[in-house]
């Protein structure tokens, strides 16, 4: 997979190089490339905003400089992914679909963010994505870069050491995952759930199927009516 981020902060994405992503771009599994903004501008102070029509506070980033990084980067078999606070919620199936791409590119916005043009535009020429990490507000996209990076290059082949945690972990088969544990037995009189010491996989499977279920029902009851819900047997439902 090829990434290119283009960000008017370079260096907010320096924790790319950083552990699992870092050693996904040394083994070739994934190349990143983070580009300043500023190299598509052309005046003398290197402009990259300026003021909203209509009036309102702040700034609105111009689309000149954005066109012509699209225009440099962009390729027929492209996705641009932009962060932002109007964007559709950023989910683990947001993530398995981003993960298929071959090249993403990411916009990050500042200010009051990139004129609407820029992603209108771009939309004629190939797929847009706008996501939202949340119900929340950051300065900028740089941030939900960092987390829909994380998110997305986990799920490349060969970059988790053991692939099968995928398929046991939170809003893998849309539920959240049971509760873990690991030596010692006990711990400040705590013991760890006798089930799970058993050897029985069989019955350790239906525990923490259950166990499963019940955090999902108790924290995240959307997850058993979205459109994300699993698919529950007659066992499930008996929880
Ligand atoms: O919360 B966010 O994901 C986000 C993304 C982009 C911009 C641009 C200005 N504020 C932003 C916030």
Known sequence: MRVDVVTIFPEYLSPLSLSLIGKAQASGLLSVDV???????????????????????????RPEPWGLA???LATPSSRLVV???????????????????????????RY?????????????????????????VLFGGEVAVLVIMEAVVRLLPGVLGNADSLAEESHAAGLLEAPVYTKPPVWRDLAVPDILRSGDHGRIARWRRDESLRRTATRRPDMLSGPEAPELDKADRAV
């Open 35 to 61: 580009h300043d903004l500023r190299t598509w501008t052309s005046d003398v102070h290197r402009t990259v905003d300026d003021t909203p029509y209509g009036g309102g506070p702040g700034m609105v980033m």
């Open 83 to 109: 962060p932002t606070p109007v964007g559709a919620p950023f989910t683990q199936r947001t993530a398995h679909s981003l993960a298929d791409a071959s090249h993403l590119i990411f916009a990050c916005g």
């Open 70 to 72: 699209l225009d440099a």
């Open 112 to 136: 009051e963010g990139i004129d609407q043009r820029v992603l209108d535009h771009a939309s004629s020429r190939l797929p847009v994505t706008e996501v939202s990490l949340g119900d929340y």
